[in-house]
């Protein structure tokens, strides 16, 4: 299996991820943790802690269409794993997502920038466990 290199789309998406992440802490004083948005969704503090929510949500939803309406065409995704593969994957973020308190976005993306001794933990523990994976899954199963 062959990654694709593309700097060039990564600096535009860290770009607008990192823009991203300090409006929403400029205008509501707000992490931008993709998994605490969307647990907020379910029990919301308030009407205006559900409107931000939902908006946010609504953008990363409609990302899709707003670049096929740009470019005309979507990009080619492929996923190498198998339906069973996937499901267990999801399951094992959603079981580290809540031990960790967070995701990759609350903490690596805000949480580093805030210097966070506890991102920084957990930043580390994430990609070492990625590698892992990574590793795992292409040498030994063979996936």
Same mark, same amino acid.
């Given at each position: 299996?062959?990654?694709?290199?593309?700097? !060039?789309?990564?600096?535009?998406?860290?770009?607008?991820? #990192?823009? +991203?992440?300090?409006?929403?802490?400029?205008?509501?004083?707000?992490?931008?943790? +993709?998994?605490?948005?969307? +647990?907020?969704?379910?029990?919301?503090?308030?009407?205006?802690?559900?409107? !931000?929510?939902?908006?946010?949500?609504?953008?990363?939803?409609?990302?899709?269409?707003?670049? !096929?309406?740009?470019?005309?065409?979507?990009?080619?995704?492929?996923?190498?794993?198998?339906?069973?593969?996937?499901?267990?994957?999801?399951?094992?973020?959603?079981?580290?997502?809540?031990?960790?308190? #967070? &995701?990759?976005?609350?903490?690596?993306? &805000?949480?580093?920038?805030?210097?966070?001794?506890?991102?920084? +933990?957990?930043?580390?523990?994430?990609?070492?466990?990625?590698?892992?994976?990574?590793?795992?899954?292409?040498?030994?199963?063979?996936?």
């Amino acid at each position: 299996m062959e990654t694709a290199f593309t700097p !060039w789309q990564s600096l535009g998406g860290g770009v607008l991820i #990192g823009t +991203a992440s300090v409006l929403l802490m400029l205008a509501v004083g707000r992490i931008m943790g +993709a998994t605490g948005i969307l +647990a907020g969704i379910f029990a919301p503090a308030s009407v205006a802690d559900m409107s !931000w929510r939902l908006a946010l949500l609504l953008g990363m939803l409609t990302g899709p269409a707003v670049y !096929w309406l740009a470019t005309g065409g979507m990009p080619e995704i492929a996923v190498p794993v198998s339906m069973p593969m996937l499901l267990i994957g999801g399951f094992i973020v959603g079981v580290g997502v809540t031990y960790g308190s #967070g &995701c990759t976005s609350g903490h690596g993306v &805000c949480g580093m920038a805030r210097l966070s001794p506890r991102s920084i +933990a957990a930043t580390i523990t994430f990609m070492i466990a990625t590698g892992l994976t990574v590793f795992v899954v292409r040498h030994v199963i063979g996936g």
